[in-house]
């Protein structure tokens, strides 16, 4: 993993751009590459890439970039990893390309070399990939399948930046961090944003599975190459599933094992993370390298147990560091720096700790389990949202608007006991509106929420705004090309366009680079997405039991105890941190955070929920972390600091 840079000045006469430009936007990403950097100006001046490398391939200085391919007439900068590269170059050898070095970058420029824009139909991996073909005049950007890696950009005046983190982008003289204010309005509900938006105005996502392509008129086409759409498949037995659902992760651990460098598996002693461990130990001679966090003033949400009898079933050379209250305090200016953007997962803190525990043993490739509960329905929440779309909501949408808004309120009573009472009354306004039941798995302030905690003024000016507006578009897509997708692949497909790429993987890419780590996703293979989104929904969700199929499959190698243990997940004691005295201390962050002179919100409404948190009247504690995380990130980049 490294980071990666570049801007172009498409339609100047003069060049301007320096090395030294490149390289003040390329160094305030050192954390993602401390092993090399480089830099290149090309197309006399007026475009140039910058590069800082962490080395896992390849580790001499033959991987050094940017890169060209046979000629210099096409140059690469690159973050990830093509894990099929060797198979690759072999071909590409034989047909005439000349290799200068064994990384998988150099696999990236043949390709393109010979097929052109079709590269990424051939590449499986995790990446963001940027190329400039001199002889075309064009900037390719490409970001990997899952969105495993990020990819941001700029496009204003005749200018044209990219990079893998916001903080490289607002380096350049012509970019002014400001409030994207829509943006805003969606990060409430999803904690994050969702792509193409970024919070800083005018700078975007490139989303999961695109291209971008930037031509001397400075006319960006954004293209998706890749979409993880059901498709017909042939009737096969619940044992031909677990046997090629087995066969396809451990293919993908093997892959992802993929390094000169030293690697392991963050444990938690749950389904994913165990079963991460148990194939990778299949192919290793030595013990795998284990990281478990654990919090020494939470001791309900520590999994140490579990961990510790998962390393020694396997035989791991296992870690542990524990971390409270008073090392979250300690993290958080770093954090905002770190996610560029608000990234409010609470999980962000012990994630970054257990990074620097693998970091300091020596470890520069981690194993992680996201991905396998949204392919397979293994939250809790997604088999409540299942039941309610199964058992009333998909009979409720039969009817005319009209006619649901008069009987959601017949149907309150139903929706409450299945859900709290604040979802339940959400759920009752979206039938009423004619909306879709399911939004995704992390929703904080909802549309009945925002019309609370949002000033008068921030009302006023985004009335008629809704975020079901970007979970309509994305459910209109899997409807039109899939309409016979049943709910449970419908669910996911939103999982998969919203919350995995934005949220979960942007987390662990922020904050394993945050200590020089890369994460690696086995659960996120591409193959394995596709063949999931094919699954009846009857594999998936069993009764009371969510992944079933996934369970039945690694019963040969997990037990029955780990397999069939209740969820607990990966978590942070975010409702203590917000009680007591010091609790008081991180309300204050936003009480009297610069944000506050923007006149965004109604700071009397969060004080209630402050106080009602504080008395444990209702846990408020996830909307709470919502509204710090975006206090603290405002001061850092655009207000009083």
Not at 337 to 346: N, R
């Amino acid at each position: 993993m490294c980071g990666i840079c570049g801007v172009w000045e498409y339609g100047t006469t003069r060049g301007n751009i320096t090395p030294g430009l490149l390289a003040s936007m390329r160094d305030v990403m050192t954390h993602r590459g401390p092993d090399d950097a480089g830099e290149l100006v090309f197309d006399e001046a007026r475009g140039g890439f910058g590069f800082r490398r962490l080395s896992i391939i390849d580790l001499s200085e033959a991987g050094h970039q940017p890169m060209h391919g046979c000629t210099d007439r096409v140059w690469l900068v690159f973050n990830g990893e093509i894990y099929n590269h060797a198979s690759l170059r072999e071909g590409l050898e034989q047909r005439g390309h000349v290799y200068a070095s064994r990384t998988d970058s150099e696999t990236i420029l043949h390709l393109y070399e010979e097929r052109g824009l079709d590269f990424v139909q051939d590449i499986e991996g995790d990446y963001a990939i940027a190329l400039w073909d001199a002889d075309r005049e064009q900037l390719v950007l490409a970001r990997d399948r899952a969105g495993v890696k990020p990819l941001y950009f700029y496009h204003r005046n005749g200018l044209f930046i990219f990079a893998s983190e916001i903080k490289a982008i607002v380096q350049h003289p012509a970019v002014t961090p400001e409030v994207n204010e829509e943006a805003l309005y969606h990060y409430l509900t999803f904690v994050t944003t969702p792509a193409p938006q970024t919070l800083f105005r005018g700078i975007q996502k490139l989303p999961a599975g695109h291209m971008l392509i930037v031509d001397r008129s400075g006319k960006a086409r954004i293209s998706q190459y890749w979409d993880a759409l059901p498709s017909a498949s042939p009737k096969l037995t619940d044992s031909e599933h677990e046997a090629n659902i087995l066969k396809l992760l451990r293919d993908s651990i093997k892959k992802r094992m993929m390094a000169d460098v030293p690697f392991g598996v963050f444990l938690s002693g749950g389904v994913d993370s165990s079963a991460n461990v148990a194939l990778m130990s299949e192919l290793m001679t030595r013990p795998v390298r284990t990281f478990t966090v654990g919090f020494h003033d939470c001791e309900e949400l520590n999994e140490l147990e579990s961990a510790r009898a998962i390393s020694k079933r396997f035989g791991t050379d296992h870690h542990e560091v524990m971390i409270g209250r008073e090392e979250m305090q300690r993290f958080l200016p770093e954090l905002v720096f770190h996610q560029d953007e608000p990234i409010a997962d609470p999980v962000c803190v012990p994630l970054y700790y257990v990074s620097k525990l693998a970091r300091d043993t020596g470890t520069i490739v981690v194993q992680v389990g996201e991905g396998s509960d949204e392919l397979f329905g293994g939250y809790d929440w997604f088999r409540t949202y299942l039941q309610i779309q199964e058992r009333f909501w998909r009979h409720a949408e039969r009817f005319p608007v009209a006619v649901r808004r008069a009987g959601s309120v017949l149907a309150k009573p139903l929706i409450k006991k299945m859900l709290k009472k604040r979802m339940a009354s959400e759920l009752v306004r979206r039938l009423g509106a004619g909306e879709s039941l399911f939004w995704g798995g992390a929703v904080v302030f909802d549309e009945t929420m925002k019309s609370r905690v949002l000033s008068t003024e921030m009302r006023a000016r985004y009335n008629g705004v809704s975020t079901y507006d970007v979970v309509r578009n994305y459910q209109e897509a899997i409807a039109a090309a899939r309409p016979d997708a049943d709910a449970a692949a419908r669910m996911t497909y939103l999982e998969l366009k919203l919350r995995l790429p934005e949220l979960l993987l942007m987390r662990v890419d922020k904050i394993t680079m945050a200590t020089s780590v890369e994460a690696r996703v086995p659960f996120l293979d591409h193959h394995l997405i596709e063949y999931a989104m094919n699954l009846p929904r009857e594999l998936k969700v069993k009764g009371q039991t969510g992944k079933h199929i996934l369970k039945r499959a690694l019963e040969s190698i997990l037990p029955a105890d780990v397999l069939y243990q209740p969820k607990r997940g990966f978590g942070a004691p975010v409702r203590e941190w917000f009680r007591g005295a010091e609790g008081e201390k991180l309300m204050q962050q936003i009480m009297n955070s610069s944000l506050r002179e923007r006149k965004f919100f109604d700071y009397s409404f969060i004080s209630g929920l402050a106080d009602e948190h504080r008395r444990e009247v209702r846990d408020w504690s996830a909307n709470l972390w919502c509204l710090l995380n975006l206090s603290v990130w405002y001061d850092r980049w655009i207000g009083r600091n």
